[in-house]
């Protein structure tokens, strides 16, 4: 993309109304725009992010085996009035009236519409064990929309629901679920410790949430830090292994590990001191078992080896799609903007063009941008005629991992200059070992 002809309207002044950093960095770096309360227009270069995130957390679940579908935003009520939720949800439903006067609602969530479609279409236990999951805009009339996207009323949210015959079976789809969430957030460069938590309106007695710690936060969390020193990396996993993923989720919650609403002061004060630490953390995640409790309400049973006619169990997982650009950006920023972790970046790096109308610096440019795109990557090439300053300003504000810059002196002496944005350290080099360079610094990304 050529910055001349791209949208990308970086805001000089800093927002007033933005308090985190995260906030004001999508505000000033073009990302985002306020509609309304909580509601956000996504910006090409927010949306790009956001579809970066998506795009992992697409590859995560697949390769753990659930498959992808899609339901619509809004709901008829009456599947909530059978299992009760439509009263139980209060002021944080968004409700709807249509021309026949029908009772609907803007998706906060989607256990009920998965259990009636489950219901319509299965009734065997041979159809199991089944995960099926979606990526769709939902709605929470929160009481306090704030921090950008990280507490949105409309929010995107990954949303997966399991169905199998037997507990047992339904802890495994639980404990699948989170080695593919520790993967998945790994991917996006991020630490998120699977916590101990309560299962609010959702229900059910196992659950954890997934906490990236930031000062920002709006969870308060107490753990154990050895916590901090367990990655899952790159190990191979069979996700139909139960063995397998049991050990994953025992090596990442025999430590302590809880939000504030599960909080044990007994068992934390149990941990050496030297290693106590109460910090804050952003909610990025969310797994539950709940057993029978919607499909006993709805009605959703499947006929066993025997015959007999059983509910299933059921568990629901959430990602936090939307507000993972907050997590990120938290995690991962200076003073001059935001660092984007190479596996969700807008662009793989930008060119900058110190010299813009010199013959020989617009056409190593133009090498480099047709270079690294033949090879599959998408460079942002600042071709306007700006000051450096200018352009290297933008460039750190909106945070691309690495950047090219070409003038016409470095030319002279055949080289171009690259730079991490996360280290600031430069190095020359020839334009096509550059383009080399970021070839291979993606190649296993
Ligand atoms: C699990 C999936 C659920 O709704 N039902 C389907 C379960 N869980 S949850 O914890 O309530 O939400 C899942 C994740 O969505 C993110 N999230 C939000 N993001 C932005 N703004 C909000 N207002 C908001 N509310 C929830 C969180 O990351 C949460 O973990």
């Not at 397998?244 to 025999?254: I, Y």
């Not at 813009?356 to 440019?365: S, V, Y």
């Amino acid at each position: 993309m050529r910055l001349s002809r791209y949208f990308l309207p970086v805001l000089k002044e800093t927002p007033s109304e933005a308090q985190i950093v995260s906030h004001r960095l999508m505000l000033r770096a073009g990302m985002i725009r306020q509609q309304a309360a909580g509601i956000y227009s996504w910006l090409p270069l927010g949306f790009k992010v956001l579809k970066r995130i998506e795009q992992i957390v697409h590859e995560e679940q697949i390769r753990a085996g659930h498959i992808p579908m899609l339901m619509p935003t809004l709901q008829p009520a009456d599947l909530w009035r059978e299992s009760g939720r439509y009263d139980d949800y209060g002021q944080e439903m968004l409700r709807l009236r249509d021309r026949h006067d029908r009772d609907m609602l803007y998706g906060p969530t989607n256990e009920e519409m998965i259990t009636d479609i489950f219901r319509t279409h299965v009734s065997s236990y041979k159809d199991l064990p089944l995960t099926l999951y979606h990526v769709q805009w939902k709605f929470r009339d929160e009481i306090r929309p704030r921090f950008g996207v990280m507490r949105g009323r409309e929010f995107y949210m990954k949303d997966g629901y399991n169905f199998d015959l037997t507990k047992e079976d339904a802890l495994h789809a639980y404990n699948r679920h989170l080695v593919s969430y520790l993967r998945t957030y790994e991917r996006m460069g991020l630490q998120a410790i699977p916590m101990r938590a309560d299962s609010g309106p959702i229900g059910g007695d196992d659950t954890h949430e997934f906490l990236v710690l930031a000062d920002t936060g709006e969870s308060e969390v107490f753990y154990d830090s050895e916590i901090t020193d367990l990655k899952l990396g790159d190990r191979e996993i069979d996700y139909d292994s139960f063995e397998q993923c049991q050990a994953v989720l025992e090596e990442f919650t025999s430590r302590y590990a809880r939000t504030d609403e599960t909080h044990d002061e007994a068992a934390f004060n149990a941990i050496p001191e030297a290693r106590r630490r109460v910090a804050r953390g952003i909610e990025v995640g969310q797994i539950f078992y709940f057993g029978t409790k919607y499909s006993e309400a709805m009605g959703a049973m499947v006929q066993d080896a025997d015959g007999h006619k059983v509910p299933v169990h059921m568990g629901s997982h959430g990602i936090g799609v939307s507000r993972l650009l907050g997590a990120v950006i938290e995690a991962s920023h200076d003073e001059n903007g935001i660092i984007w972790p190479e596996g969700v970046t807008p662009f793989h790096c930008g060119i900058v063009n110190l010299r813009q109308g010199d013959e020989a610096t617009d056409a190593a440019c133009q090498m480099l941008y047709d270079a690294l795109t033949a090879k599959g990557l998408e460079p942002l090439y600042d071709d306007r005629s700006e000051r450096a300053g200018a352009k290297f300003a933008t460039m750190d504000l909106i945070g691309l991992p690495w950047r090219i810059t070409v003038g016409p002196r470095g030319l002279k002496n055949g080289v171009v200059e690259l730079t991490s944005r996360r280290t600031g350290e430069s190095e020359e080099l020839t334009a096509e070992d550059a383009v080399d360079r970021i070839v291979a610094i993606y190649a296993d990304i």
